[in-house]
């Protein structure tokens, strides 16, 4: 059988293929084109993705052979999973295992926001600290505040538990209740519109589905307290972006953490280029050597068990493997 991956990924991965499959790799340090996606699945059995490829209906008629798309990533927004299903085709993704690297990224954009963390580093570039100053860069303090989380998943409940360690009390959006967060955390369930007028922080976890792009507009974030700070993880898309470069130029909120652009992969919206209350960090949610090199090996396996006819764990569409 022949397998074609993407790009690169931790080599953990790659080995676990090597000896079972012919395999290729793109070795260009860059996303490739739709063109370029369509002429390398051709007579492949297997495909290993990035959440950067588009792997729509026009790839999937060229990968005629393909028996499964396994998707290095968590959410699968970027595969036609409909038409993958139409043509008994698997699609595979990697949860759990960067589930507490995603959660610490959402902290650390709260914190580098919130204490002018990145204000202060080039402060300090720019040769200007002459010593301690009580007015200077004067930030706002996590602990005691509200958290509210959109979407109480998996990285969501764990951003909960990290929490508490500020003492913060978090409140939550979600449509399923979560008693067992209720329970640990004290968490409290309320509606879209309370999370964000009462929360302190608002951090987002949602996968990005027809119902939550965009689901954070205009007049959501106008909900928001002027000290208040919105921390985006999860998709660019979940949020209106335009609608957040607004309120952030008009200082309606306090701030914005953001790892995550509707425009990917094509870079970041330019419009906060020049805001000084954001902090902007490029996809660095999974960007650690445990999560990533778990992802590879998940990845990997998931591949393997389709092809040789076993069900993987992590399976977005199960239905194809129903005969």
Same mark, same amino acid.
């Given at each position: 059988m022949e397998v074609f991956i993407t790009r690169e990924i931790p080599s953990v991965g790659i080995d676990r293929i090597k000896g079972r499959y012919d395999i290729e790799v793109n070795q260009e340090p860059r996303n490739l084109t739709k063109q370029e996606l369509i002429e390398n699945v051709k007579g492949k059995d297997g495909l290993l993705c990035l959440l950067t490829d588009t792997i729509d209906e026009d790839v999937l008629e060229a990968g005629k052979d393909l028996k499964v798309v396994s998707n290095? &990533? $968590? =959410?699968?927004?970027? +595969?036609?999973?409909?038409?993958?299903?139409?043509?008994? *085709?698997?699609v595979t993704n990697t949860p759990g295992v960067l589930t507490e690297a995603t959660a610490e990224i959402t902290f650390t954009l709260m914190l580098a926001v919130t204490r002018n963390v990145v204000k202060g580093d080039r402060f300090v570039r720019e040769d200007r600290f002459e010593g301690w100053d009580p007015m200077l860069l004067l930030g706002h303090e996590l602990h005691g505040k509200?958290? =509210?989380? $959109? #979407?109480?998943?998996? +990285?969501?409940?764990? @951003?909960?538990e990290i929490s508490q360690g500020f003492d913060m009390d978090v409140i939550y959006y979600d449509q399923e209740r979560k008693e067992d967060m209720e329970d640990k955390v004290d968490a409290k369930k309320v509606d879209i519109d309370t999370l964000m007028k009462k929360s302190d922080f608002v951090t987002l976890h949602v996968p990005l589905l027809d119902a939550t792009e965009k689901m954070i507009g205009k007049r959501e974030l106008e909900l928001m307290k002027e000290d208040a700070y919105i921390v985006n993880a999860a998709r660019g898309e979940v949020v209106d972006e335009d609608a957040l470069v607004e309120v952030l130029e008009k200082e309606k909120i306090a701030g914005a953490g953001i790892d995550v652009y509707a425009n990917e992969p094509h870079g970041a919206n330019p419009d906060y280029y020049d805001l000084e209350n954001v902090v902007l960090a490029p996809h660095l949610g999974s960007a650690t050597h445990r999560?990533?090199?778990?992802? &590879?090996?998940?990845?990997?396996?998931?591949? *393997?068990? @389709?092809?040789? #006819?076993?069900e993987p764990?992590? +399976? @977005?569409?199960p239905e194809v493997l129903d005969d």
């Open positions: 290095y &990533a $968590v =959410g699968f927004d970027n +595969i036609d999973v409909e038409e993958a299903t139409k043509r008994d *085709i698997a509200t958290l =509210g989380v $959109v #979407g109480m998943g998996n +990285i969501g409940k764990k @951003v909960a999560a990533r090199e778990g992802m &590879a090996k998940m990845a990997a396996t998931n591949l *393997i068990d @389709v092809l040789e #006819g076993r764990e992590h +399976i @977005v569409n």
